[in-house]
């Protein structure tokens, strides 16, 4: 890594952690994500950076986190991407009224974007959709980064909810359902209900759950679903939506 300069650590993802960095040839500042490849008490970390590495290879988007190159060093892996001036979580913590509505909306449209150009052309579901993945830069425009839950959509079912992603990321209590999805995905305030309730079949409606939870994020600078465990995020929910029925949650046969 002689050719960057590494500084401050600036973030955390699910399996490593963002540091700023500059090129020393040509003065350009990025963030660096080092991966760890292998972790003494984990055999499971060598597919979830290759599927990490695999997934920011193939994204490419106005606003989705520009990946530069990839570096092996060691054990490690090296992910060089743009870097962004800040973050949406941060900007929300700093702000002491809410954006102009324009401005929100403006957000918010380059959010969904991303997603659906990783939806419905990458075929690709992020997961971890929350203020502190969507980074922004010096002239707001939205990046959304940390793929290190994506996983892809390997069938048009999986798409609508009722097909699944890959045998490596199926909880011990459906392994005998192939193609099943991880339940344990993405940050409590912003999951969606399938998932609090254990489903091990989803798609994107579950970025797109959190999308709308940022959404209500920015209008009232305040998180719209706090949960502090699990079960209490649940009572949250019903708190504020009123509790599921055949009518608004219909039950699959």
């Excluded at 963030?31 to 290759?50: C, G, H, T, Y």
Aim: hydrophobic fraction near 45%; charge should be neutral; aromatic fraction near 6%.
């Amino acid at each position: 890594m002689e050719e960057y300069r590494v500084g401050r650590r600036i973030g955390e993802g699910a399996f490593g952690e963002v540091v700023e960095a500059v090129h020393v040839a040509t003065g350009r500042e990025v963030a660096i994500k080092q991966l760890f490849v292998r972790a003494a008490s984990s055999r499971e970390r060598v597919p979830d950076v290759a599927r990490e590495v695999a997934v920011t290879r193939a994204l490419a988007h106005n606003h989705i986190v520009a990946t530069q190159c990839v570096l092996e060093r060691g054990r490690t892996v090296w992910i060089v991407m743009e870097r962004a001036a800040t973050d949406l979580a941060s900007l929300l913590g700093a702000l002491r009224q809410p954006l102009p509505e324009g401005c929100q909306r403006a957000l918010f449209v380059q959010l969904v974007s991303a997603l659906a150009y990783m939806h419905d052309v990458a075929g690709v579901m992020h997961r971890d959709v929350k203020p502190g993945n969507v980074m922004l830069t010096h002239d707001a425009c939205v990046k959304l980064g940390d793929f290190g839950l994506a996983r892809p959509l390997l069938s048009p079912v999986a798409s609508c909810g009722s097909g699944g992603g890959d045998s490596s990321d199926v909880a011990p209590a459906t392994a005998a359902a192939p193609g099943a999805y991880s339940n344990q995905v993405g940050s409590r305030w912003y999951r969606a209900p399938e998932l609090l309730y254990g489903a091990d079949v989803y798609g994107p409606p579950v970025d797109m759950w959190a999308a709308g939870c940022i959404l209500a994020e920015l209008a009232e600078l305040s998180p719209l679903f706090p949960g502090r465990t699990d079960i209490d995020q649940i009572r949250v929910l019903h708190q504020v939506l009123g509790s599921p029925s055949t009518a608004t949650w219909p039950v699959r046969n």
